[in-house]
Nanobody, 125 residues
Framework: QVQMVESGGGSVQAGGSLRLSCRMS????????MGWFRQTPEKERDQVAF???????SYVDSVRGRFTITVDNAKTTLYLQMNSLKPEDTAMYYC???????????????????WGQGTQVTVSS
């Protein structure tokens, strides 16, 4: 049974940092695409960053240089380190995984197989 359990959300002031974690089970989920997405009531869910099974990463322009996506294969945990947070980063954040090829740059897509339950990030000015 696939499980993706997120943690690490919360409230922080602008300029602060948070680290989101996503514990994935089974460990085979690290063999495809892994991503973080975010959604607000006003906008559709958008991908923020992805990392593929070979470690290739990519970020949306608005977070590049501030956010870092990593995966700890031994712990089967996906992370999103968020620094220099801005009020516009406020959203519900979701981790996701997809074992269907292709991978690499093709991990930049909206449709992923497995999703976490979401964790709220609120950044105040």
């Amino acid at each position: 049974q696939v499980q993706m359990v997120e943690s690490g959300g919360g409230s922080v002031q602008a300029g602060g940092s948070l680290r989101l974690s996503c514990r994935m089970s089974p460990d085979t989920l690290t063999r495809g695409c892994m991503g973080w997405f975010r959604q607000t009531p006003e906008k559709e869910r958008d991908q923020v960053a992805f990392i593929d099974r070979d470690g290739k990463t990519s970020y949306v322009d608005s977070v590049r240089g501030r956010f870092t996506i990593t995966v700890d294969n031994a712990k089967t945990t996906l992370y999103l380190q968020m620094n220099s947070l801005k009020p516009e980063d406020t959203a519900m954040y979701y981790c996701a995984a997809d074992l269907r090829p292709p991978f690499g740059d093709y991990c930049h897509r909206d449709e992923y197989e497995y999703w976490g339950q979401g964790t709220q990030v609120t950044v105040s000015s």
